[in-house]
């Protein structure tokens, strides 16, 4: 049947030129951005997958930068620790030197000095971004982030754990006596009129520190028979008078580097607490605290270390007890270094694993686009033939009025 209404071969040519058209869209979108999937509309399900790699892998590159930053912080203590060894080094071949007959030990003694300065310096100085790793200031447990364990439900971090170990500034062992109480007028007069200074505390450097107080604390209680007794410092009654009694603290440091903190309190004539220019006597206590960290080994502290001919050989044996000390704690630096060296590696790989798996799922393959975007064109010039082909069949019809 033929009809100038409707045209069944121009329809269906035009049905498939818009086909070939819609491909070509596609397949010169493929060309442009070089995706296949770049929308969820195109692959929902690749297009998901994809994305969540792609978020990973963002947060592995994360955390391995945060592990190369955590290596500098390793690479600057491992730095500091070769200086100190070199250094320790130095230090034994003084005390060596000074177990010789006739040697100088004023000027041995003037290079331990200097030996000690760099080891203090060395240590102060090995910090990398607000980190040291070998002056104390790090007491917890260190978790430097490693890598990402993805998962379906979002995922986890790698650590990798490190105590750090003082080398300087960590205090040893403490003890605390309390000392007979001082009653003699002489010796509390000259010691509550010590005058406060603001010194920093080193050997021959005492600092002294002074409260003067105020009247002590009274509190009142009442027994059943309505008796009111008054009780210094003390007590669940009512306060009275409230205050606090004067001490003066004083801290020195020994040549070895041990310090003691001295405190005395004043008291009255009752046993109470007193400001220090009412003090009837004065109540002592004393803490020593013995020099901590690597450079300390028992009495020999290398960074206040002097010597003389008759200690020179204990001396050398401690010196040598805080090489190895040392040499242990960058023996634990070192292995650490190499877990992240590991760590990093591994995810550089998973970086390029989880590249490669995006691009298998929504990477365009270009040799196909590019004979299919040929293939296309080709289609689209016959498709645009037929429909003209199509489109002449309704003046076909004329033909059979022309005699009409």
């Known amino acids: 049947m033929s009809s100038i209404l409707t045209n069944s071969s121009a329809l269906s040519a035009l049905q498939a030129l818009q086909q070939t058209q819609q491909e070509m869209t596609q397949t010169e979108n493929q060309?442009?951005?070089?995706?296949?999937?770049?929308?969820?509309?195109?692959?929902?399900?690749y297009w998901s997958i994809a994305t969540q790699l792609t978020s990973d892998d963002g947060v592995v590159t994360a955390a391995n930068s945060s592990l190369t930053e955590?290596?500098?912080?390793?690479?600057?203590?491992?730095?500091a620790i070769n200086s100190i060894i070199t250094t320790i080094n130095s230090i034994k071949n003084a005390l060596s030197q000074a177990t010789e007959p006739g040697a100088d030990i004023g000027s041995i003694n003037t290079t331990l000095a200097q030996d000690?300065?760099?080891?203090?310096?060395?240590?102060n100085g090995a910090s990398f971004g607000g980190l040291n790793l070998l002056n104390g200031s790090q007491t917890a447990t260190l978790n430097f982030v490693s890598g990402f364990n993805a998962t379906t439900t979002g995922g986890s971090f790698n650590t990798i754990s490190f105590t750090a170990q003082a080398l300087t500034g960590a205090g040893g062992t403490s003890t605390t006596t309390t000392q007979p109480a001082i009653t003699d007028a002489a010796t509390i007069n000259s010691i509550v009129n010590l005058a406060t200074n603001g010194a920093t505390l080193a050997y021959g450097t005492n600092v002294i520190t002074a409260s003067a107080g105020t009247a002590p604390v009274y509190a009142t209680t009442q027994d059943a028979a309505g008796t009111a007794t008054t009780n210094a410092v003390g007590g669940t009654g009512s306060v009275t008078t409230a205050g606090t009694a004067g001490t003066v603290v004083i801290e020195s440091e020994a040549l070895d580097g041990t310090t003691t903190t001295t405190t005395y309190t004043a008291v009255d004539a009752n046993g109470n607490g007193t400001a220090l220019a009412d003090a009837a006597s004065l109540q002592v206590?004393?803490?020593?605290?013995?020099?901590?960290?690597?450079?300390?080994?028992g009495a020999?502290?290398?960074?206040?270390?002097?010597?003389?001919?008759?200690?020179?050989?204990?001396?050398?044996?401690?010196?040598?007890?805080?090489?190895?000390?040392?040499?242990?704690?960058?023996?634990?630096?070192?292995?650490?270094?190499?877990?992240?060296?590991?760590?990093?590696?591994?995810?550089?790989?998973l970086e390029t694993n989880y590249a490669e798996g995006v691009s298998g799922l929504v990477d365009a393959n270009m040799n196909t686009a590019s004979t299919r975007l040929q293939a296309l064109q080709t289609q689209e010039q016959l498709g645009i033939q037929s429909l003209s082909i199509a489109n002449q069949n309704s003046q076909l019809l004329l033909k059979l009025f022309s005699n009409a």
């Open 31 to 45: 060309v442009s951005t070089g995706l296949a999937v770049a929308t969820a509309a195109d692959n929902a399900s």
């Open 70 to 79: 955590s290596q500098s912080v390793l690479d600057t203590a491992t730095s």
């Open 116 to 123: 000690g300065q760099e080891l203090t310096d060395a240590v």
């Open 285 to 297: 206590s004393s803490t020593t605290t013995t020099p901590g960290g690597l450079l300390t080994s």
């Open 300 to 349: 020999v502290n290398l960074t206040t270390l002097q010597t003389s001919a008759a200690t020179a050989a204990t001396q050398l044996t401690g010196v040598e007890a805080a090489l190895t000390s040392v040499t242990n704690y960058a023996a634990l630096i070192g292995a650490t270094q190499d877990r992240m060296t590991a760590a990093s590696t591994f995810n550089s790989a």
